[in-house]
């Protein structure tokens, strides 16, 4: 029998998975709220911009922290991570994928982003909208960035098929930006996106 996750969204890409062998973050980066990280035993990182890393949380924080094995986060010790690789953290079974940071214009930027599934059930694509490469059950997926539109957020979960997929990547929307988002994907999705508010759970 599968155990029960529990999935809880905080601020920007920020989230807590928690089952009974240890609780699992995500991307905890300098927007996200620092409850997110109590009592954490491991954290993936995407890649290395600081809305999805926070160096100061994290120095003192005394866990293992995943990261791409070439991210450039100066001052953290963490555990490099190559794309095909597979390892456990926190009890969590993980999977990285992608590869690249998607780019805003000009080839920039150009960073390693490395895609997240856990227990081949949930997936964290970071700064990307590469898709996974088997179902998912759960799909995070960004509202928006400067790499991306509306339309590629619908799409990608339209091309994934998840059970649900839940919002993440939107710190920077007010109220009446995130409204719309969440209208668009609502409707266009086929019934399976929901948007959590920072600090609720799944």
Aim: with cysteine; glycine share 10%.
């Amino acid at each position: 029998m599968l155990t029960r996750v529990r999935i809880t969204k905080y601020a920007h890409s920020c989230v807590r998975l928690e089952h009974d062998g240890g609780t699992l973050v995500i991307d905890p980066g300098v927007w996200s709220e620092p409850e997110a990280l109590a009592d954490a035993d491991a954290v993936l990182v995407t890649h290395e911009h600081d809305d999805h890393v926070d160096l100061l949380r994290l120095k003192g924080l005394g866990v293992p922290v995943h990261a791409p094995k070439s991210a450039r986060i100066q001052g953290l010790d963490f555990i490099g991570v190559d794309v095909g690789e597979e390892f456990t953290a926190a009890g969590f079974r993980v999977t990285a994928q992608g590869g690249r940071h998607a780019l805003i214009y000009a080839g920039l930027p150009d960073c390693a982003n490395l895609a997240y599934l856990v227990d081949d059930r949930l997936y964290h694509p970071g700064d990307s909208l590469h898709r996974p490469d088997r179902p998912v059950e759960t799909l995070l997926v960004p509202l928006q960035g400067s790499w991306m539109k509306t339309d590629e957020a619908i799409d990608f979960v339209r091309a994934v098929e998840p059970e649900r997929a839940y919002g993440i990547h939107d710190g920077q929307i007010n109220e009446r930006g995130l409204s719309s988002l969440n209208g668009w994907l609502t409707d266009e999705c086929g019934g399976r996106y929901r948007w959590l508010a920072p600090g609720s759970s799944a």
